[in-house]
């Protein structure tokens, strides 16, 4: 079964950190690209991060130094590291999955909430 599950969100502080991960299965982890997304209520859906052809990992310019993108091959994980939240990075966040040579995110997972309290 193609999919992938997120974890590891839930509530904090301003200030604090949680560490996200997204667990793929059901597909070659390294023929796509694993991006995480964020949608807070009333927003539009935003590009956190992922990672490139090159295999670098990228994070938008919103949470940069703040977030930092890995991922484990072997475990076919991929995780976001959050430092130093703020109450505006509350949303769900998920992460979604594009084959090579695709602009489209096909396979999505259920999401994770993160609640950033002030």
């Known amino acids: 079964q193609v999919q992938l599950v997120e974890s590891g969100g839930g509530s904090v502080q301003s200030g604090g950190s949680l560490r996200l991960s997204c667990a793929a299965s059901?597909?070659?982890?390294?023929?796509?690209?694993i991006s995480w997304f964020r949608q807070a209520p009333g927003k539009e859906r935003e590009w956190v991060g992922g990672?490139?052809?090159?295999?670098?990992?990228r994070v938008a310019d919103s949470v940069k130094g703040r977030f930092t993108i890995s991922r484990d091959n072997a475990k076919n994980t991929l995780y976001l590291q959050m430092n130093s939240l703020k109450p505006e990075d509350t949303a769900m966040y998920y992460c979604?999955?594009?084959?090579?040579?695709?602009?489209?995110?096909?396979?999505w997972g259920q999401g994770t909430q993160v609640t950033v309290s002030s």
């Open positions: 979604a999955a594009r084959p090579s040579g695709s602009a489209i995110y096909r396979i």
């Open positions: 059901g597909f070659s982890y390294m023929e796509y690209y």
């Open positions: 990672f490139d052809s090159a295999g670098r990992g």
